[in-house]
C-alpha cells in the first residue's frame, strides 16, 4: 500500500485502522474476532492503529498490545489523552470531563504504554483541547515525553488552526486528527491550510460518517440498542429518513464507477491531499478488505467535483454531534 507522512518522523499506510469500535461505543467485539482483524490489517500493509485510554476505557490498548506482539515493528501506534475517566460507569458515560494538565499528561503515557506493553508511544494525541490548560503547557509536557524517549511524535484532536499554531511554536506537531468526510468537512476552511503549511498530517477519522457513508444504516433501530450513535443528531429517524437521497445518490456513484458507497466515500477523502491518512475503523475483516482496496480508487477531478457537490454537507440533515460534544471541538 502506498506510504504517507505524518511530519517529519511517521511513515505510514494510507489507510489506517481506526481500533475504538472493536470495545467503545459501537457495542463492542468478541476479542478474539478483533484479534484476527487486527492481524489481518497487518498483513494487508496497514500499519497505523489508533487506539485511546478512553476507548472502553483502557480495555482498546489492551487488546492493540495483545494484537501486535511479535510484530511490534510492522506498526505505527497512536494513542491518546485528555479526557476525565471516571472509576464507575459505562463506556462514554465514564468522561466526565477533560483533563490536559501537565501531571495528567505524563500520568496517562505512563499507564498507556503499560496497558500496550511498548516502550515508545509513536503519536501521542491530546484527545480534546483542555480550555483550562493553555496549550503551551500541555505540549512542553508531551515534547519532555519526546525527551524521555516514551513518545516519538506529538499530535492534537479537533484542535483550531489558532491552536495547532501555538502548539507548534513549543514542539513540533506531527499529526492534527478530526472529524472529516463527504458530510463533515469543516477542516477544509482553515486547518488544512496549516498542516500544509506547517508540514503537519490529517488524520480523519469517521471518514465513513460513522457507517451512515457505506450506505448499510437505515434505521436507528438497526443499531444495538447500546449504540452511543442512537445518541446523535444525525442517526435520530427524521434525519436518516432526510438523509436517504443523499445516500441514493452516492449508492449511485458508486454503482457506476463499480465500487461500494464506503470505498467511493473513501477513496473520495484520500484524493484531498497525500498528508491526509483516513482512520476507517472496521471490525470485520471483509469491511477492513474493502477499505484498504480504496487506496488503489483513482477517481479523476471531474468525478472529485461530481462527488463533492452531491454530498455537499450543507445538505446533510443533523449535526455531527451533541451540542455537548460540539463545544469540545475545534479548541
Known amino acids: 500500500m502506498e506510504k504517507r507522512k505524518l511530519g517529519t518522523e511517521l511513515n505510514v499506510s494510507a489507510v489506517g485502522l481506526g481500533c475504538m469500535g472493536m470495545t467503545f461505543a459501537y ?115 508531551m515534547a519532555d515525553l519526546v525527551r524521555q524517549g516514551k513518545v516519538k511524535a506529538l499530535g492534537l484532536s479537533e484542535a483550531s488552526a489558532a491552536t495547532i499554531r501555538r502548539a ?66 444525525r442517526f435520530q429517524a427524521e434525519n436518516m429518513d432526510a438523509n436517504a437521497v443523499l445516500i441514493a445518490t452516492l449508492k449511485g456513484l458508486a454503482e457506476a464507477k463499480g465500487i461500494t458507497p464506503a470505498q467511493l466515500a473513501l477513496a473520495w477523502v484520500l484524493h484531498q491531499g497525500n498528508f491526509i491518512v483516513p482512520i476507517p475503523g472496521a471490525r470485520k475483516i471483509r469491511h477492513l478488505e474493502e477499505n484498504v482496496a480504496a487506496a488503489d480508487i483513482s477517481l479523476s477531478t471531474v468525478e472529485l467535483a461530481k462527488i463533492s457537490d452531491a454530498l455537499s454537507p450543507d445538505r446533510v440533515a443533523g449535526k455531527r454531534y451533541t451540542d455537548a460534544a460540539l463545544a469540545l471541538v475545534n479548541g
Open 27 to 141: 457495542g463492542g467485539q468478541d476479542e478474539a474476532d478483533a484479534i484476527r482483524t487486527l492481524h489481518r490489517a497487518l498483513d494487508l500493509g496497514v500499519t497505523f492503529f489508533d487506539t485511546a485510554e478512553v476507548y472502553g476505557p483502557f480495555d482498546n490498548e489492551i487488546l492493540v498490545g495483545k494484537a501486535i506482539k511479535g510484530r511490534r515493528e510492522d506498526v505505527v501506534i497512536a494513542t491518546k489523552f485528555g479526557f476525565k475517566i471516571a472509576d464507575e460507569g459505562e463506556g462514554p458515560s465514564r468522561m466526565i470531563g477533560v483533563d490536559s494538565s501537565p501531571e495528567h499528561v505524563k500520568a496517562v503515557a505512563e499507564a498507556s504504554l503499560g496497558r500496550i506493553g511498548i516502550d515508545e508511544i509513536d503519536l501521542f494525541y491530546q484527545h480534546r483541547v483542555d480550555p483550562n490548560v493553555p496549550i503551551e503547557e500541555t505540549v512542553g509536557a
Open 168 to 233: 507548534h511554536k513549543v514542539h513540533p506537531i506531527a499529526a492534527v486528527q478530526s472529524e472529516y468526510s463527504l458530510w463533515s468537512r469543516e477542516p477544509e476552511e482553515d486547518v488544512f491550510k496549516v498542516c500544509r503549511e506547517l508540514g503537519i498530517g490529517f488524520v480523519p477519522y469517521s471518514p465513513l460518517g460513522r457507517g451512515l457513508l457505506t450506505g448499510t444504516i437505515n434505521k436507528p433501530d438497526e443499531l444495538g440498542a447500546d449504540d452511543w450513535r442512537r445518541t446523535l443528531p
